[in-house]
């Protein structure tokens, strides 16, 4: 009896399926479907290849500065005041001076590690210096730490490519990947770094040149400190760089840096006093959120395209419905309900967006896998160069599949194809089968 048919019975299954392959001389809109299967796999693809991407480059970007980066770094700057020695019999003169630099910073450093989670704290010395080699120079960050402290820091111990020994620091220089290519130096050779920090003179304070063995070479994979950071034992830059016995700073690391906020006021308490503290995160703040804005705009610019591939779905339905209209008329004579030809027509534009999505899913899916041969090979048909590392910091396009994007996509494509497919449909549904068989 009609309005007892049970949802979604077999034979609503049936003739959907039989209208949605119908050719345009049979009545239907092959045309349209194809388009419509096409518009939304492209776009569900698009949508899962670009979250893909930006999932991966974060990932790839936060990884490669909390590898090679302090998560937290603690440094003195105070104003005190000094008394000046001044000849027997005269008035002391006081002056007031910057302080930036730590002297305790070996018991210090100590309690801070003896906090819960922090993995360890280490004194560095920092400075800037020309580094020349031969006719070739560059301008160097330049790190003093200690050899057992160098060889802890995640992506130097294990780099992505390196040459040289690490266990060989104590004795010359580690240098980025990036700035032995600009100098054109190997383990082995020689390397001049040249700053002012030399001996105060009346015409100001000199500049200081020193040669150094290279023993190690590392890339990192993040092009700013491949490019610019050179390493020295913490002895030989506390000479250096006029530190006897003193530090630039105390870097710390932690065990979950994600989360780094958590550890900052157990930090102070362990330092007892009032010092400057940053963490990565305060470094890196600005690049951060505008990756989390682009990423927002992106996923609303690549929604719109699968609404738009979606309202295909319902330019072919419309025409499905117009050019079924004799067949809706002599369903419902013989007594099929409005609920039973709403599903019918419901089918019909859900399965497209159904399986548009799917074969969108597994092309995205296969995008994000295969990311790498994909990417040499348009690097390959376009000439190269289409990638500078330079500008995007980092040296490949990364691509990481998680499955909240995956499931995302799959929601939107889903819940935009099915909602809107509803509308047409019900127009079919309440058709009425007196009018639709008049002309017949």
């Not at 979950?256 to 400057?276: C, H, R, S």
């Not at 963490?279 to 992106?298: C, F, H, I, P, T």
């Not at 939107?412 to 639709?436: D, Q």
Request: aromatic share 10%; charged share 20%.
């Amino acid at each position: 009896m009609a309005g007892r048919t049970a949802p979604f019975a077999a034979f609503e299954w049936m003739i959907a399926w039989r209208y949605v392959r119908a050719k345009r001389a049979e009545g239907g809109v092959s045309v349209m479907t194809w388009i419509s299967l096409i518009g939304i796999t492209l776009a569900v693809f698009a949508l899962i290849a670009t979250l893909a991407v930006r999932s991966g480059f974060r990932t790839e970007f936060v990884e490669t500065i909390i590898g090679s980066t302090a998560h937290l770094t603690l440094r003195e700057d105070r104003m005190e005041t000094v008394t000046v020695p001044v000849p027997e019999g005269a008035d002391p003169v006081e002056i007031t001076r910057r302080v930036t630099t730590l002297s305790d910073y070996e018991e210090m450093a100590a309690r801070i590690a003896a906090v819960e989670g922090i993995d360890r704290a280490a004194g560095v010395v920092r400075g800037e210096a020309l580094a020349t080699a031969g006719q070739a120079q560059s301008f160097a960050q330049v790190y003093g730490i200690s050899a057992e402290d160098f060889g802890n820091i995640p992506l130097i111990a294990a780099p992505r490519m390196s040459e040289g020994n690490i266990a060989d620091f104590g004795e010359g220089l580690a240098l980025g990947w990036g700035m032995a290519r600009s100098l054109g130096v190997s383990v082995g050779d020689r390397v001049t770094l040249l700053s002012r920090t030399g001996a105060q003179t009346a015409a100001g304070q000199s500049t200081r040149s020193e040669s150094y063995d290279v023993v190690y070479i590392f890339q990192t994979g993040r092009v700013l400190t491949d490019n610019t950071r050179i390493y020295m034992p913490l002895a030989e830059a506390q000479g250096y760089f006029n530190r006897p016995g003193q530090v630039d700073a105390i870097e710390i690391f932690v065990a979950d840096p994600e989360g780094v906020e958590q550890w900052i006021t157990p930090v102070y308490d362990a330092a007892g006093g009032l010092y400057w503290l940053y963490s990565w995160k305060d470094n890196e703040g600005a690049y951060l959120r505008a990756l989390e804005v682009e990423d927002n705009v992106m996923f609303v610019i690549l929604s719109i395209l699968v609404l738009i591939a979606s309202m295909n779905i319902v330019s072919g339905l419309i025409m499905l419905v117009k050019n079924k209209g004799r067949d809706i008329g002599i369903l419902r004579t013989i007594g099929l309900s409005e609920g039973s030809v709403l599903r019918v027509f419901f089918l019909c534009g859900a399965s497209i967006g159904t399986i548009g999505t799917l074969c969108g899913v597994i092309l995205g899916c296969l995008f994000a896998i295969y990311i790498d041969p994909i990417f040499s090979f348009v690097n390959f048909v376009m000439g190269g160069g289409i990638w500078d590392p330079s500008i995007r910091g980092i040296y490949d396009l990364p691509a990481e599949l998680q499955l909240n994007d995956v499931l995302s996509a799959v929601v939107l494509s889903l819940g935009l194809s099915w909602t809107i497919t509803y509308f047409p449909a019900r127009r079919a549904a309440r058709m009425n089968p007196v009018e639709a068989l008049r002309y017949e």
